[in-house]
């Protein structure tokens, strides 16, 4: 039992060792590449802690090899398209000019009830605000709405913007110095600005953060 323990606390960390290696993606993001090699890790981890009398090594080296293979396999998708649309396809239009391309979308085996809830997650409850909806080889549905669906801009009312990039400064009490290097601000400037807030210090402060309108907004710890 001890041994199956240890294992499986070894291989916990080697593969998140692997995947870090990797390269950072989210679970929703995966492409096919990711998904297969992901799930066959998963499996070769899994036979020397189901079978504690298997060497390590009967998991290791199948992890190494996949890892070495995904990352030759996306240097090829850096530097081909044939290979990156081979390996994980090319993104699909199933909405062009307001209507459904119905050859494409039978092809994907993509359904019309599919297209409407994924169009309702973005936000869009109606077909008529869409213009083009393209389907991403990851499965994401990426929208481009109508003139006079899309979201008001400055520029439509005749003003410009600030010029202010968003920014966090404080999460739970640390000063995300990186970010007020961005937003041009100092530690000095930062805890005046708290102060007015009613903070004494960064101690008290859950969530500090600024607008592309260099508005503040602050939460104090509970």
Known sequence: MLTVLLRTVFFYFFLLLVLRL???RE?????PLELVITFIMAEAAAIPIENPERPLVYGIIPILT???LELILSKLCLISATWRHLISGRPTVVIENGRFVVREMRRLRYTINDLLEQLRQKGYDSLSDVDTAILESNGELSVLPKEAARPLRLADIGLAGSGIKPCVLVIDGQVQKEDLAKCGID??????LLQRHGCRHTGEVLFAGMDNMGKVFVQRKE
């Open 27 to 31: 679970l929703g993001s995966l492409g």
């Open 66 to 68: 996949l890892m070495a």
């Open 22 to 24: 990797m390269g950072k």
């Open 187 to 192: 530690e000095a400037a930062l805890h005046a």
